[in-house]
């Protein structure tokens, strides 16, 4: 079988979990509004967490198998998403757009918080802002991938 099109199946696949963190972090913000209870908005960021490192599983997959390079060091993170927003000639288009890059960057600095900061020091105001702007985000770059898995397919 053809590993882009392995590749395409595994994104399409890998969109649909990025998609519930996505429900689950709306829902958790409803009930953390409503009740004000730490619980909910460690909820909350939980998901927001596994709504960048669930997109950034799959640029992982896409560098290790188009470009077979990911990068490494203690930048990895943000030269993932560079990595993804540049065209590489005669191997594939840019995977993403600057615009999902930036929005993107946004919830990978967040990634870091959650992943550093005792979750009773997260603000609930960043979190109710971030949550708002998944799904304007997440269009943007299920978009970009849509066009990234219509590429891989005519690479069959």
Request: hydrophobic share 40%.
């Amino acid at each position: 079988m053809n590993d882009y099109i392995t590749l395409a199946a595994r994104i399409r696949l890998l969109l649909k979990d990025v998609e519930k963190s996505i429900q689950r972090a709306q829902l958790l913000m409803k009930k953390a509004i409503q009740t004000n209870d730490d619980g909910y908005w460690d909820g909350v960021a939980l998901n927001l967490h596994a709504f960048y490192t669930g997109l950034e599983h799959i640029f992982e997959d896409i560098a290790r198998t188009v470009e077979q390079s990911a990068p490494t060091g203690k930048d990895w993170h943000g030269d993932l998403l560079t990595q993804m927003a540049t065209p590489i000639p005669n191997i594939r288009p840019g995977v993403i757009s600057s615009e999902s890059r930036q929005c993107l960057d946004e919830y990978r600095g967040f990634r870091h918080v959650v992943r550093n900061v005792y979750a009773f020091n997260l603000y609930p105001a960043r979190l109710q802002t971030l949550t708002q702007g998944l799904e304007k985000c997440f269009q943007t770059v299920q978009s970009d991938l849509s066009r990234f898995i219509d590429f891989l397919e005519s690479m069959d």
